[in-house]
């Protein structure tokens, strides 16, 4: 009781509210309480108008609170408004001007700050049920648990896009074909030479013999046509946050139903190494970021890591029972794959000693025993609207005259498939292709078609390619896009319009006076 106390009182502050259900009545409602509902949040309180903010769990940031603590940005000249205003308090924090590494509960404390400082109202354990709409617009959202919310303008800023898809709002989930958009980086890769494995590594139960079966985590696919469209969906994973201080040390535990037999892939694939002359060295199975005060962010590297390729296919549409086994599965996994690299004979000693030096960190995720409170979701649905980013504006052959804010970052597409080619396992999908420059956002791209919602705004779920989708989805991108949403939904307000038909000139007027950046100027040095 004594460990839950500090986070008890947080959330009381916060005006936790999951007690009997309520009708909350807000000009503008956002659903998500990830960094980019946070931001929009607050914008919208420093616009006049009133807000409320809801959260499905019980954590305030998504993945900037939730171990991705390494921030990834492309250019951090493209970044302004309240997005750099949080990056700047984490330098003060640290003492420096800015700091883009973070502690996740360093973070979610300055969010909360921002949150108390403009007296927002904040629900958790909100999951949303039903939406009601009427002429074209939203009327009230439902909850689970009964609450009902009224607002003038919706945000949805969640990862899934749960909002916009009870609104009836299009949406795709998956590669595009290369032809959708016009672009040649979408769908089904021929060649994937990033994140793969360095030696070829036989996929079959019985070592050369295609009747005995695949080894586990290896998907019966056929690649399929080079560039043709399909339902995958890149890979997710939990960012760790693991210390290798003893005195601040949680050991990782495997799950209850750990099999070691399910990693024999990895195994044949750093014997197949060893064998060629390689010595495996940890920080090849995973990238091993270091943050502040010995910890770390621990990403997917490798052909082999933590990356649960092809297990997250069902999880955009999926119901909230579905995606709790689903995250559930991801976290066995993650476990598993740890506790197999810390123990297996396998396993090269080094490599172990390695892996048994590191813990999950006491003072990180303390209501869920040091385990991040954030799956990964890289990608889940995408809007489809009067403008889809894509690949073509990301490398400058079109620019969206309706700018609300930029991104700079490479297209970044993880792994889609691990499948059997040319009698070995490959994975499939990756694509790190850096754009030309910072590239203008559109308006347009975070509000649905006129004629399907018109008081709805989208800023993480937006409305893009998968191809563009991996540029623009970095932390300090959704900030801003969130930022620019509450911004647009004030100005529907006060015009007494369709999102669709607000006046951008003072949109953009406005953005600029908050310290948005709209367009792309090489800094002066």
């Not at 991705?68 to 250019?75: E, F, M, V, W, Y």
């Not at 970044?79 to 640290?94: A, C, D, N, P, T």
Request: aromatic share 8%; net charge neutral.
């Amino acid at each position: 009781m004594k460990k839950a106390f500090p986070l008890l009182l947080s959330l009381l502050c916060l005006q936790l509210t999951t007690t009997a259900a309520e009708k909350i009545e807000a000009d503008i409602c956002v659903y998500g309480g990830t960094a980019a509902g946070v931001v929009a949040s607050v914008q919208a309180a420093r616009m006049g108008k009133s807000v409320v903010l809801l959260e499905f769990g019980r954590h305030l940031g998504g993945m900037t609170s939730g171990g991705l603590s390494q921030t990834d940005i492309g250019n951090k000249a493209a970044i302004g408004g309240i997005s750099l205003e949080f990056y700047q308090r984490m330098g003060k924090h640290y003492g420096t001007n800015e700091a883009w590494k973070l502690e996740p509960s360093v973070a979610e404390s300055v969010l909360r700050d921002f949150i108390r400082e403009e007296k927002i109202p904040v629900h958790f354990d909100q999951h949303l049920a039903s939406v009601k709409k009427k002429d074209g617009r939203i009327t009230e959202i439902k909850m689970e648990n009964g609450n009902v919310v009224r607002a003038k303008e919706f945000i949805d800023a969640t990862y899934e896009g749960d909002l916009m898809a009870k609104a009836k709002v299009s949406y795709h989930v998956g590669r595009e074909a290369n032809s959708v958009y016009n672009e040649t980086i979408n769908g089904i890769r021929e060649q994937t030479p990033k994140h793969q494995f360095l030696v070829a590594v036989d996929p079959y139960k019985t070592p050369g013999d295609p009747k005995s079966g695949l080894l586990t985590y290896i998907q019966k696919d056929e690649l399929g046509k080079p560039g043709d469209g399909d339902h995958t969906v890149q890979a997710y994973n939990f960012r760790m946050c693991i210390t290798q201080n003893k005195t601040n040390q949680i050991p990782i535990t495997p799950p209850s139903d750990y099999d070691a037999s399910r990693f024999e892939l990895l195994a044949r694939y750093l014997e197949a190494r060893i064998a060629a002359g390689q010595t495996p060295k940890l920080t090849e199975i995973m990238h091993i970021q270091p943050m502040p005060n010995g910890k770390t962010d621990i990403n997917n590297n490798g052909g082999f890591s933590t990356d649960f390729i092809g297990a997250n296919y069902d999880y955009p549409d999926a119901d909230y029972k579905q995606r709790a086994k689903i995250w559930k599965a991801h976290e066995n996994y993650t476990r598993s794959f740890f506790h197999f690299l810390a123990t297996s004979p396998r396993v090269p000693e080094s490599m172990r000693k390695d892996m048994q030096s590191w813990g999950l960190c006491k003072n990180e995720f303390t209501d869920t025993g040091g385990w991040p409170h954030q799956l990964y979701v890289r990608e889940a649905r995408r809007m489809i609207s009067d403008y889809v980013m894509n690949e073509n504006d990301c490398r400058a052959k079109r620019v969206a005259e309706d700018s609300i804010g930029l991104a700079a970052y490479n297209m970044d597409s993880h792994n889609c498939r691990r499948l059997v080619r040319f009698g070995h396992a490959e994975n499939e999908g990756d694509v790190q292709v850096a754009p030309n420059k910072p590239y203008a956002i559109s308006y347009r791209s975070l509000v649905p078609k006129q004629s399907q919602c018109e008081n709805l705004f989208v800023p993480v779920c937006l409305s893009s390619s998968h191809a563009a989708y991996g540029s623009i989805r970095m932390e300090p991108v959704f900030m801003l896009l969130g930022q620019s949403a509450a911004t647009a939904a004030a100005h529907a307000i006060d015009e007494n319009v369709p999102a669709q038909k607000i006046d951008y000139p003072k949109l953009r007027a406005r953005l600029l006076a908050d310290k948005q950046v709209l367009e792309w100027q090489t800094p002066k040095r």
